[in-house]
């Protein structure tokens, strides 16, 4: 906890002339995000060459805000021990690091937490079907949902899509699914079917 206190002093006193602009992939300016890098006594004590990364942003609409944001920003830290390096191409690897994260705890939400199984050949199996939902879920959103549907997670995908109740009728040679008008998110469904319906067949 002192070392955090020394952070939050330290980025309170980093002058606006030493804050640069963060970066986006495509080398764009990402709006509203700067990092700076820290020194002096806050990295006293730690390993020789780390250096500490400190980014600010506008938090998104709605988000609250901690103890040790400041100013109405959003304040983040980072350490890393490489060198020659500009802080914003930093920031930006580690904001991408994140992204992975986010997949791995995706994956332990879809069956990768516990192996099930007694035999290891029976437990590869099982990591194989989990990495096939773990691609499904990945290209999903991006070919047939919208909005804030888009970054869903598995608990809320499996909670508000692939639990809905349904019904498989056949009739005049056509297959049709009939979904419960009262669902909250039939029309989200209904509207991935048709954007699914739309794409362009590869083969």
């Known amino acids: ?47 020789k060459g780390m250096r500490l990364i400190v980014r600010k942003e506008r938090p998104h609409p709605g988000a609250q805000l901690r103890i040790t944001d400041a100013d109405g920003m959003r304040i983040t830290c980072f350490a890393t021990n490489t ?8 920031e930006l690897r580690h904001r991408q690091r994140a992204r992975a994260e986010d997949r791995v705890r995706n994956a332990r939400d879809t069956g990768l937490r516990n192996l099930p199984l007694h035999a290891a050949a029976q437990n590869r199996i099982w990591l194989e079907v989990v990495q096939i939902a773990l691609d499904l879920l990945a290209w999903m959103p991006m070919l047939a949902l919208t909005g804030r549907a888009r970054r869903w997670e598995p608990k809320h995908l499996r909670l508000r899509l692939f639990s809905a109740a349904a019904q498989l009728v056949t009739t005049g040679r056509r297959r049709i699914l009939r979904l419960a008008r009262h669902w909250p998110w039939t029309d989200v469904i209904t509207s991935a079917f048709e954007r699914l319906r739309v794409l362009p067949n590869p083969g």
């Open 1 to 47: 906890m002192v070392i955090t206190e020394q952070i939050h002093q330290a980025v309170l006193k980093v002058p606006a002339s030493a804050w640069n602009p963060a970066v986006e992939p495509d080398g764009e300016i990402r709006d509203g995000a700067w990092v700076a890098e820290l020194a002096g006594d806050c990295l006293a004590g730690w390993t």
């Open 83 to 90: 060198k020659d390096t500009a802080i914003a191409r930093l």
